[in-house]
């Protein structure tokens, strides 16, 4: 426990108990229990000065970074993003929330960044019987408007998806790559659009060593990019450079067959 916290609830403790006229005498029982309470109640008060501090320089440090990006900062929680999307992990747990958002421009498209959390609380119980066991799930997020929706399609890391994703409604797809079956689960309402997707550069350019670890979903006319970590902005432009990449290979018949404008 770090020395100011403890320090903190001694001094409680200290100013409680010299300010005692007629009270509980130090060498009895209740005065031994009304010492203790006060000492941790001193702790806890440290803990979130402590954690109120930390946040505080946080918030300063994200907003300091989005100014020299010229970005847009909007501290705090927003829950617009954590209900956005129904792909994964956006369909998943309880107490879903956005925070943290960043906001700028990739070339002509304006995206957001920002810390995506979520409460499993199925993983189970705990071996005292105690009760269920919650866990919290976070995510690094980029989201990208393109201005045109193509059904809802989603790459998943194989072997990832499966442990975070509920899924409801659509198919999984391969391809012929071997490769890419193995790196990737694909899920999509529209199978005819997310094969029109999957050009045997796109596939090619997937399985690249830099696309692993992360997974990508086009829906509601954006293009999302997200990694199961607690968010870095230091990531946002390498997440932003894997969206383009895909972008980049898009053809222009899917556009013309799929797409609609927003």
């Not at 000492?39 to 954690?51: I, P, S, T």
């Not at 005292?128 to 193509?150: C, D, H, K, M, P």
Request: with cysteine.
């Amino acid at each position: 426990m770090p020395r100011m916290i403890l320090e903190g609830g001694v001094a409680l403790a200290t100013q409680v108990i010299a300010s005692y006229g007629n009270g509980p005498s130090p060498g009895s029982s209740v005065f031994a229990f009304v010492l203790l309470v006060l000492f941790f109640w001193g702790v806890v008060a440290g803990v979130r000065a402590l954690g109120n501090s930390a946040w505080k320089g946080r918030r300063a440090q994200l907003a300091a970074y989005a100014a020299q990006r010229g970005w847009v900062y909007q501290p705090g929680v927003s829950r617009g993003w954590a209900t956005a999307f129904t792909a994964t992990p956006f369909n998943a747990g309880v107490d879903r929330k956005g925070r943290d958002v960043l906001s700028g421009m990739m070339g002509t498209l304006p995206f957001v960044s920002f810390e995506y959390l979520y409460v499993d609380k199925n993983i189970g119980r705990d071996p005292g019987g105690n009760g269920e066991v919650a866990r919290t799930f976070f995510f690094s997020v980029v989201a990208i408007q393109l201005g045109w929706v193509v059904p809802r399609t989603e790459f998943l890391p194989e072997g990832v998806g499966s442990k975070v994703a509920e899924f409801f409604g659509g198919k999984d797809l391969s391809v012929e790559s071997n490769a890419f079956n193995q790196m990737w689960r694909v899920r999509a309402v529209d199978e005819r659009a997310a094969h029109s997707l999957l050009t045997p550069r796109t596939i090619a350019r997937m399985i690249e060593p830099d696309f692993a670890g992360g997974a990508l979903f086009l829906e509601n006319g954006f293009i999302v990019h997200y990694v199961q970590e607690p968010r870095s902005e230091f990531s946002v432009d390498e997440m932003l450079a894997h969206c383009q990449a895909f972008l980049d290979l898009v053809p222009a018949f899917v556009l013309q067959d799929y797409g609609r404008r927003v």
